[in-house]
């Protein structure tokens, strides 16, 4: 028996002797128990802020079972390098994007990675240095190399997905990079919509009508919201803008059957510093929290928006939204202030040098529920856990969920376990696997001809011990059952943000 499946077995003996595996309970004692724990050795979360070398391809060792039915791949994708010729990246979320690939194939397992091969990331490898700045990060040279803002380049290294016969790597920009599905390497660039300088990482799929439709934001004296849509054979559809929104930046966005939601938090973006080549992007954000969130409803056949308000509250994912009679409701993942993220101290920039930050703040579920006819919008926390990583049954994106997954407990926007919510009933089913684990999005894939919910959840974790990466694979109707396999890899992945299952025709 191998020292990884005692190790695991270990692992649940100590959840279940501690109460971390949870269901139906109360979740806050474990939230605070591994908070603690967390706080106390932030260090072994270092490797997720290791650069990664690319070009792996092998057989992972599998324990457990990999159920049969599943064959296809896990695409992921993330920063993969942080630092060039000594100068290291500021921040835990900006880095060259790394695209991984995790395939199944009657129960046996292939990983492959590789870097997206964006002009910026060929030019710097030829010259061994930065050459542009990026979001977080100013290039070398002082003020007047970074005079308004700095040379940026696309770093595609946020999302991928799968779209038709094709894959696409995403970041905050425009144009995206067409990848191959088996190889990985990069194939070519495509600019989306039209006048479009930034497309947003987070893209929606509506299951009904086969749709892709894409999101973005530029800036000036204020901000644009941009939407459009693409049909299955890949045309371009209708293209709309708002102008005249808050300069403040945002993340994800919503859809419903007629509208596209953006909540629009008070993240507000002060230029000048930035302009002057002082400060970078994110050390330009501030949050302004009693400006409160704006919500825009934007009519998917075009018309004119519709706006609400609400308690401002940060979010970085959406987990889904739906139309009931003249309600929409709209179910996020916020943060009463993005402590994690915003500030000198913040965890996501000090974990860069091993050390512990600001990261008091939970991700709350929080749910909008929008009247269009009285114009009225109600809100309330459903869970004041930790949670991140939203995620539903693509099946049910824009129609009405039933079940939640979520990256959840742990610190602010650092989780070492898994939750499935039935946001009907309010019951929860609840995977800790303990300080010492980091715990990524949990990517839902479905049966093969199974119903709706029925599938499997696969996360990318890093295990403090080893200090390597692997991927936990549950059965989504019973997280408590633990992982019927853990795919370990011989090496750490740098934190991986985002991914998308595609399966088998
Ligand atoms: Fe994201």
């Known amino acids: 028996m191998s020292e990884s499946i005692h190790l695991t077995r270990r692992k649940t003996l100590q959840l279940a002797a501690g109460g971390a595996v949870l269901l139906g309970l109360g979740p806050m004692g474990c939230v605070s128990q591994t908070k603690a724990q967390l706080e106390d050795a932030p260090e072994w979360l270092l490797p997720l802020a290791k650069s990664e070398s690319g070009g792996r ?35 835990l979320l900006d880095g060259d994007g790394l695209v991984q690939r995790l395939s199944f194939d009657n129960g046996r397992a292939r990983y492959q990675n590789a870097f997206v091969q964006t002009p910026k990331f060929i030019a710097e490898e030829e010259a061994q240095r930065y050459l542009y700045s990026t979001w977080t990060t100013r290039r070398a040279g002082g003020p007047l190399r970074n005079l308004g803002g700095g040379s940026m380049a696309p770093q595609a290294g946020v999302t991928v997905y799968p779209v038709g016969d094709k894959l696409y790597a995403l970041d905050e920009a425009n144009p995206i990079f067409e990848i191959d599905p088996q190889s990985l390497d990069t194939l070519g660039q495509r600019v989306m919509g039209e006048r479009m300088p930034n497309v947003k990482a987070h893209t ?3 299951p009904v009508t086969g749709e892709w439709l894409l999101a973005g934001q530029d800036f000036g004296r204020t901000s644009s919201i941009h939407s459009v849509s ?48 002082l400060r970078s992007v994110v050390d330009s954000l501030r949050w302004r929290p009693e400006k409160g969130n704006r919500i825009v409803l934007m009519p998917r056949a075009g018309g004119e928006p519709l706006y609400y308000e609400a308690e401002g509250a940060f979010m970085w994912h959406a987990l889904n939204a739906y139309e009931r009679g003249d309600e929409i409701i709209a179910d996020i993942v916020t943060y009463d202030n993005p402590d994690h993220f915003i500030g000198e101290n913040a965890l996501l920039h000090t974990l860069m040098e091993g050390k512990m930050g600001n990261a008091e703040e939970p991700g709350k579920l929080r749910r909008y529920i929008i009247n269009t006819r009285t114009g009225t919008l109600k809100e309330e926390v459903l869970d004041d856990g930790n949670h991140e990583f939203p995620f539903v049954d693509p099946r049910v994106v824009a129609r009405e969920h039933r079940i939640g997954y979520y990256a959840y407990s742990g610190i602010g926007a650092m989780q070492t376990g898994l939750k499935r919510l039935d946001m009907r009933t309010g019951q929860d089913q609840v995977f800790d696997f303990g300080p010492g684990t980091h715990v990524g999005e949990p990517v839902f894939v479905n049966q093969p001809g199974g119903q709706i919910d029925d599938g499997w959840l696969i996360s990318q974790c890093l295990d403090g011990d080893s200090r390597n990466t692997f991927f936990a694979l549950f059965d989504a109707s ?17 934190l991986s943000f985002h991914g998308w299952w595609k399966g088998l025709a």
């Open 204 to 206: 929606k799929f509506d």
């Open 478 to 494: 019973d997280l408590v059952g633990g992982p019927l396999a853990i795919i370990w890899l011989e090496h750490s992945v740098p």
């Open 57 to 91: 391809d092998y057989a992972p060792r599998i324990e457990g079972q990999v159920p049969k039915a599943l064959n296809g791949a896990l695409y992921r994708n993330g920063p993969g390098l942080y630092e060039r010729s000594g100068r290291r990246k500021r921040h």
């Open 230 to 277: 693409y049909n299955q054979a890949g045309q371009r559809g209708f293209q709309q803008s708002l102008e005249g929104q808050p300069l403040m930046y945002w993340h994800d966005f919503l859809i419903s059957e007629h509208y596209f939601i953006f909540v629009l938090h008070p993240c507000e973006l002060e230029p000048f510093g930035m302009l002057a080549g």
